[in-house]
C-alpha cells in the first residue's frame, strides 16, 4: 500500500515538472504577465499627451547643443588656503561664496578652528573658464586670493587633474586667471557682452556644491547692476549681468554662455539672505573679463587707467535741472586736481552722456568703460554744458594715489543783507544753513560758503543727500557768501530746481534740491 503511494506521488511530480517546461516553453510574456496580473497587459499610456511643435524641440535641441559645447570648457578649481578668522561674523559675507560652506571659513560651519583671529588651513572650491588652447583659465579673485603657492589644482571635465600657477588677480574686478601646462584644449568662444538684452536665455556653468559640471538655465534678467557693495574699496567696479539661472556656492567663476555657446559672462555672486540661490545672481560681462585678463596675461598685473572724477548718476529732478530732454548721463560731482579729466577741460557739474559713443547713465557703467582700456589710450567723452553738447577727449593716466579736490569759492555776488550772519532755516526743505567760522574756512582752505548747520530726518533735504557738516560752496554756478545771500538765491529758484555744490570732509558732491512754489 505504501509503494503504491509513494510511486504515485512521485509520478505526480514528474507530471509537475512536465507540465512547467511546457508552460515556460509555450508562454511568452504577456501571456505569462496575464496569468499573474488578473489580465492587465500593459501599464502606461501608449502616447505622450502633447506632441511638442517643432519650435520647441528646436529651443530644447539649442540647449542640449550648447551645454553639451561648453560643459568641457569649464572646469573645477579646488583651493588650499591660509586665511584668518575673524571673531566678527560680518566678514562673512553672503555675496561671495568661496568655497564649499560645510568647511571651515566657508560660511556654513563655525565648530572649528581658531575663532579669536589666528590662521587657519582652509580647502575650498570653485570654477573656472579655459580661455586658451595652452591653458589659460579664467576665475574669480575672490576663488584664489588666499591660496598658498602650491594650493591651487585644476579638475578638467573628464577628472583629468593639474596643478595650477596663479598668473595674476585683481581684486577690483574680481577677476584672476591661471596657468595650467596643457595643449589642445577646448577653450571658450568670447561673445560680445555689450549686446546682451534683457529677457535672453543664458545657461550657467559651474561646480555648485560639489556637484560637477552642474548646468542651470534662466534668462537675463537686468544689465548694469551695480552699487551692491560686494568690493568695500572705493575704486571697486561693480557692472554685473543679472541672471536668474541658479548659482550657488562654487559656481564662483563659471561660465554664462548664450545658447549659441558664447561666453557672456563670469558668475561672480548671489543676491540671497542665506548664502544659497535665491533667484538672482550676478556675472561679470565677458568684455570686461577679457580686457582685465589680457593685461593678467600680459604681465601679471592691471595698466588700469583713470580720468580722476567723482560722478553720480541723472536722476529726474537732476535732468530737470540740466534741461536735459531725458533721464540719461552720469554727473560730475567733483575733478581730482591734476587728473587727465581736468588736463581734458571737464568740469565740476558737467554731465557725461557717453564714452566712446557708447551711453553711460549710471556711474558704474562709466567706470567700468573707463576701465576697460589702459593707461595712454584717448577716450572721447559727449558732455552736457549748459545746454549744450560739446566734447572732449581725455588721455587715460595711472592713477597716482588718492587726491582729493580742494573747491574754492569765487568772488561774493554783492548781494548780502546788512545782518547776513543769522543761520537761516528753510522749513519746507529741512534744513538750517549757519555762516562759516574761520575754523572752517582755514581747515577746508576756502573763503567763503555756508555751513549745513542742520539737516531734519525724512526732509526733501535728506533724501536728496543733503547732510550736516558739509559747506555749500555754490548754488547753481554762483558763489555762496553767507545765509542771507543764500536764502535770496533759494527764493529766485521757486518752483524750479537748484543744483547745490557741497564740500565734506571726502569729497564734494552736488546736491539738486526742488524749490517749492511757496515760501521755504
Known amino acids: 500500500m505504501n509503494k503504491r503511494l509513494v510511486s504515485g506521488s512521485i509520478a505526480l511530480v ?56 561648453v560643459n568641457p570648457i569649464v572646469v573645477s578649481i579646488s583651493v588650499v588656503a591660509e586665511k584668518k578668522i575673524a571673531s566678527n561674523p560680518q566678514m562673512r559675507e553672503f555675496f561671495k561664496f568661496f568655497g564649499d ?6 560660511g556654513g560651519d563655525d565648530s572649528e578652528g581658531d575663532d579669536g583671529g589666528g590662521t587657519q588651513r582652509v580647502e575650498g572650491a570653485g570654477s573656472g573658464v579655459i580661455i586658451s588652447e595652452d591653458g589659460y583659465i579664467l576665475t574669480n579673485n575672490h576663488v584664489v586670493e588666499d591660496a598658498k603657492d602650491d594650493g591651487i589644482k585644476v579638475i578638467m571635465h573628464d577628472r583629468k587633474e593639474f596643478k595650477a600657477k596663479l598668473i595674476g588677480r585683481d581684486p577690483l574686478t574680481d577677476i584672476a586667471v591661471l596657468k595650467i601646462e596643457a595643449a589642445n584644449l577646448p577653450a571658450a568662444h568670447f561673445g560680445n557682452s555689450d549686446e546682451v538684452q534683457i529677457g535672453e536665455w543664458v545657461i550657467a556653468v559651474g561646480n555648485p556644491l560639489g556637484l560637477r559640471s552642474t548646468v542651470t538655465t534662466g534668462i537675463i534678467s537686468a544689465i548694469g547692476r551695480g552699487q551692491l557693495n560686494l568690493n568695500k574699496d572705493r575704486y571697486a567696479v561693480e557692472d554685473f549681468i543679472q541672471t536668474d539661472a541658479a548659482i550657488n556656492p562654487g559656481n564662483s567663476g563659471g561660465g554664462l554662455f548664450d545658447l549659441e555657446g558664447s561666453l557672456v559672462g563670469i558668475n561672480t555672486a548671489i543676491a ?21 585678463a589680457l593685461d593678467l596675461i600680459e604681465d601679471g598685473k592691471i595698466d588700469r587707467g583713470y580720468i580722476g572724477v567723482s560722478i553720480r548718476s541723472v536722476d529726474e529732478i537732476t535732468a530737470k535741472s540740466y534741461k536735459l530732454s531725458d533721464i540719461s548721463g552720469v554727473v560730475v560731482e567733483d575733478v581730482l586736481k591734476g587728473s587727465p579729466a581736468e588736463k581734458a577741460g571737464v568740469e565740476r557739474a558737467d554731465v557725461i552722456l557717453d564714452i566712446d559713443g557708447v551711453a553711460v547713465n549710471t556711474s558704474n557703467e562709466l567706470q567700468s568703460r573707463v576701465t576697460m582700456h589702459r593707461v595712454g589710450d584717448v577716450i572721447k567723452l559727449k558732455i552736457w554744458r549748459d545746454g549744450k553738447t560739446i566734447y572732449k577727449n581725455v588721455t587715460l593716466q ?11 569759492a569765487g568772488e561774493s555776488s554783492g548781494n548780502e543783507d546788512i545782518d547776513s ?26 573763503e567763503s560758503g555756508v555751513s549745513i548747520s542742520k539737516v531734519d530726518q525724512y526732509s526733501a533735504a535728506i533724501e536728496r543727500g543733503l547732510a550736516p557738516n558739509g559747506i555749500i560752496l555754490k548754488a547753481d554756478k554762483t558763489p555762496v557768501t553767507n545765509p542771507a545771500q543764500f536764502k535770496k538765491l533759494i527764493e529766485a ?28
Do not use: C, M, W
Open 14 to 69: 514528474g507530471l509537475g515538472i512536465i507540465a512547467g517546461v511546457i508552460l515556460v516553453s509555450h508562454f511568452n510574456g504577456s501571456a505569462i504577465t496575464s496569468l499573474f496580473a488578473g489580465g492587465i497587459k500593459n501599464i502606461g499610456a501608449k502616447n505622450p499627451p502633447v506632441v511638442a511643435g517643432a519650435q520647441a524641440k528646436a529651443i530644447n535641441d539649442a540647449f542640449v547643443a550648447a551645454s553639451k559645447a
Open 101 to 106: 560652506p560645510r568647511l571651515p571659513g566657508g
Open 272 to 292: 540671497s539672505q542665506t548664502g544659497y540661490y535665491s533667484g538672482y545672481g550676478f556675472a561679470i560681462p565677458v568684455n570686461l573679463a577679457k580686457s582685465v
Open 398 to 408: 595711472p592713477r597716482d594715489g588718492e587726491k582729493v579736490a580742494s573747491a574754492k
Open 421 to 446: 550772519n543769522k543761520p537761516i532755516t528753510f522749513k519746507t526743505l529741512g534744513f538750517t544753513v549757519a555762516p562759516l567760522t574761520e575754523k572752517q574756512k582755514n581747515d577746508n582752505d576756502i
Open 493 to 520: 529758484k521757486r518752483g524750479d530746481v537748484i543744483r547745490l555744490q557741497v564740500k565734506y570732509k571726502d569729497g564734494t558732491r552736488l546736491v539738486f534740491l526742488e524749490i517749492p512754489k511757496e515760501n521755504s
